[in-house]
C-alpha cells in the first residue's frame, strides 16, 4: 500500500498559478509511475499529468503548456500549474501506479475565478 497526501490547492483568479505537491509514504519503493488527475462536478475523473521512471512525462491537451509535472526522488510529485482557466477548477487528485493497482490521494480542491 502506498498513502498519498495532497496540498497547495485553493482560491485563484484567471492567469495566475498554483503548485500541488503530493507525498508519498508506504511502499514507495513499488511505485512505478505518479500522476495527477481531475474532476469537475458532474464529470468524470481524468487524467492531467504523469510521470514515470527515467522522468518521461505525458501530459493532456488541454493542460500541455502551462502545466508542469515533476518528482523528487521516489516520495514527492509536484504539479505546477501556470496561465490558469476556469476551465481548470476541480479537485486534483494524486495517482501512484504499482505492480498491485493504483493507490489515490484525498484530492485538493482548485478554484479559479474568472
Known amino acids: 500500500q502506498v498513502q498519498l497526501v495532497e496540498s497547495g490547492g485553493g482560491l485563484v483568479q484567471a492567469g495566475g498559478s498554483l503548485k500541488l505537491s503530493c507525498a508519498a509514504s508506504?511502499?514507495?519503493?513499488?511505485?512505478?509511475?505518479m500522476a495527477w488527475y481531475r474532476q469537475a462536478p458532474g464529470d468524470q475523473r481524468d487524467s492531467v499529468a504523469r510521470?514515470?521512471?527515467?522522468?518521461?512525462t505525458n501530459y493532456a491537451d488541454s493542460v500541455k503548456g502551462r502545466f508542469t509535472i515533476s518528482r523528487d526522488g521516489r516520495n514527492t510529485v509536484y504539479l505546477q500549474m501556470n496561465s490558469l482557466k476556469p476551465e481548470d477548477t476541480a479537485v486534483y487528485y494524486c495517482n501512484a501506479n504499482t505492480a498491485w493497482g493504483d493507490n489515490w490521494g484525498q484530492g485538493t480542491q482548485v478554484t479559479v475565478s474568472s
Open positions: 510521470i514515470r521512471s527515467g522522468g518521461i
Open positions: 508506504g511502499r514507495t519503493f513499488s511505485i512505478s509511475s
